[in-house]
């Protein structure tokens, strides 16, 4: 990768378009008028914020779902002109990456399809997300490249894994509500989407450390909801913790989290038991899609939504 491509030129088209263009490119795509009346009703419908409406001047609103989808109609045109350039790039809806052999080269291509986007599709590039790069060091779609012994892969960035962190913590905070049903099923959709979406890459170290990380966290909500040292002395009991341990760890001032790290609280709430319960086995998750992404078999190298 640092050989051959060593820099990439990343753009990210601002949600702006001149009307007229775009309804001439969708009508080479779309022939049903009622989809294509459907889309300017989308279009012109307005955006609200809160409790303020803005009307529409021009544009999808960038977020939406609808953008993404006109995006990639509009753009098969960048698609053909780089082709036609021979250029290497990938592209997901409005935003793209273009892979060249040297900055020099990365800042003319730069220049050039800024001018075409512009120019050619009357479309406003914002310079702010546009820039030339190394790949190793810029990410994608969350995903991030390295090299290793001559064969490139990719892994998750450390934004992406940041987002699934928060999403966590919010789950498993001491005082929410919900049984441990509610808190499973929140934490298995958030995760095993998670990991569906980045098994193609190297995650089983930081999947091993967070659900580690996890369990602990489930653990101290476990012993925190026991609350009553009664309650706790029993729930000890019925789960094997003999006489003199469980007394002694039902009447522990010791905060939450270091008790649900002790060697008692593991043997009561073993991670098999944690998916017993319901959470999904994030390590067979991994490997099962991972395994998937290995064996798929890939047509053209083309992005599409």
């Known amino acids: 990768m640092r050989k051959y491509y060593p820099y990439l030129v990343r753009k990210l088209k ?9 309804k001439r490119a969708y009508k080479r795509f779309i022939s ?33 779902n609808l953008s993404p989808l006109l995006a990639n109609l509009y753009l098969d045109q960048l698609d053909k002109e780089l082709e036609r350039r021979g ?6 809806a409005d935003d793209f990456r273009i892979y060249v ?5 990365g800042e003319r291509v730069l220049e050039s399809t800024t001018r075409f986007l512009e120019t050619k599709l009357k479309l406003t590039v914002n310079l702010k997300k546009s820039g030339i790069g190394s790949p190793v060091k ?19 960035d450390q934004s992406a894994k940041k987002r699934l962190i928060r999403k966590l913590k919010k789950f498993t905070r001491r005082n929410r509500p919900g049984t441990f049903l509610d808190v499973a099923r929140d934490i298995n959709q958030a995760a095993i989407g998670w990991i569906n979406y980045f098994a193609i890459g190297s995650i089983k170290t930081f999947l091993a450390r967070t659900r580690k990380w996890l369990n602990h966290r489930i653990r101290q909500l ?52 944690l998916i017993h319960w319901g959470l999904k086995d994030w390590s067979a998750q991994y490997e099962r899609m991972h395994v998937n992404y ?12």
């Open 101 to 105: 052999k040297s900055k020099r080269v």
């Open 14 to 22: 601002e949600g702006t378009y001149t009307p007229q263009p775009v």
């Open 138 to 156: 810029h990410q994608f779609l969350g995903f991030r490249l390295y090299t290793r012994k001559g064969t490139v892969s990719c892994f998750s």
């Open 32 to 64: 049903d008028r009622t989809i294509l009346k459907l889309i300017w009703k989308f279009l012109k419908a307005g955006l609200v914020e809160g409790k303020t409406f803005s009307a529409t001047e021009q544009g999808a609103p960038q977020g939406g």
């Open 87 to 92: 250029h290497k790039f990938v592209r997901y």
């Open 222 to 273: 476990i012993w925190k909801r026991w609350k009553r040292v009664r309650t706790r002395y029993r729930k000890l009991r019925s789960r094997g913790i003999d006489r003199d341990n469980a007394l002694k760890m039902a009447a522990s001032r010791k905060g939450y989290w270091r008790l649900s790290r002790s060697e008692i609280m593991h043997r009561v709430v073993q991670n098999k038991t």
């Open 294 to 305: 290995g064996t798929a078999v890939y047509g053209t190298e083309r992005t599409v939504v």
